[in-house]
Structures are given as C-alpha cells and as structure tokens.
Nanobody
Framework: QVQLVESGGGLVQAGGSLRLSCVAS????????LAWYSQIPGKQRELVARITTDGSVNYDDSVKGRFTISRDKDKNTIYLQMNNLKPEDTAVYYC???????????????WGQGTQVTVSS
C-alpha cells in the first residue's frame, strides 16, 4: 500500500509564499495521479491542483497563476508552491493519491494526514 506524508504548512503573512511537500512510499507503481485538496471547517474538501503520471496538470480557478504543482520522480514527491498567498487560502491542505485497480473503470484514493496553512492579513 502507499503512504503519503505531508510537510511545509505554517503561518505566513498575506503576499508571502509557502511550499508544501508530499512524499509517497510503498506500492507507488499503482499511482495514476497525485493532487492537493483544501478544506475549511464546515465546508467540503475541494480540489486545488492535480498532476498525472504523464505530467498533465490542472488547477482550481482561485489559485491559477499563484500556485504551482510539480513532481520529483526520483524522490517520489510532489510539491505545491504557493505564492502571493491570501487570507482566503487559509485551510487544511491534504495530499491525495489516485490508485489504479484491475479495472480501467475503477480506482480508489488515499489521503495524507493534512497540513494547516494559515495566512494572516
């Protein structure tokens, strides 16, 4: 099985930057995509950025142009570079892995523990 370990969260002033890291270990050959999600208390978890094994990426409109998702294949790690942070970016950020199965129509997901990002005004 795959394990996801996150780091890099913290407190930053508006306009500042953070870089989140997610290290994947275990049966990493089954991963088809990795992503970052955010969740505010009382709200549903939302997709922030996603990257597939072939390098395709997509972003939520609210972070496009400010956040960058990237992958280091040698380290089995993805990053979320967050620039020009805003108070509304404050949330718990989770690493997500999409895992393949024997069926092309089915997959399952794994989650990291989450890391708190707080942006002060």
């Amino acid at each position: 099985q795959v394990q996801l370990v996150e780091s890099g969260g913290g407190l930053v002033q508006a306009g500042g930057s953070l870089r989140l890291s997610c290290v994947a270990s275990g049966t990493i050959s089954k991963i088809r995509a990795l992503a970052w999600y955010s969740q505010i208390p009382g709200k549903q978890r939302e997709l922030v950025a996603r990257i597939t094994t072939d390098g395709s990426v997509n972003y939520d409109d609210s972070v496009k142009g400010r956040f960058t998702i990237s992958r280091d294949k040698d380290k089995n790690t993805i990053y979320l570079q967050m620039n020009n942070l805003k108070p509304e970016d404050t949330a718990v950020y989770y690493c997500n892995a999409e895992m393949t199965t024997f069926s092309i129509a089915n997959y399952y997901v794994l989650w990291g523990q989450g890391t708190q990002v707080t942006v002060s005004s």
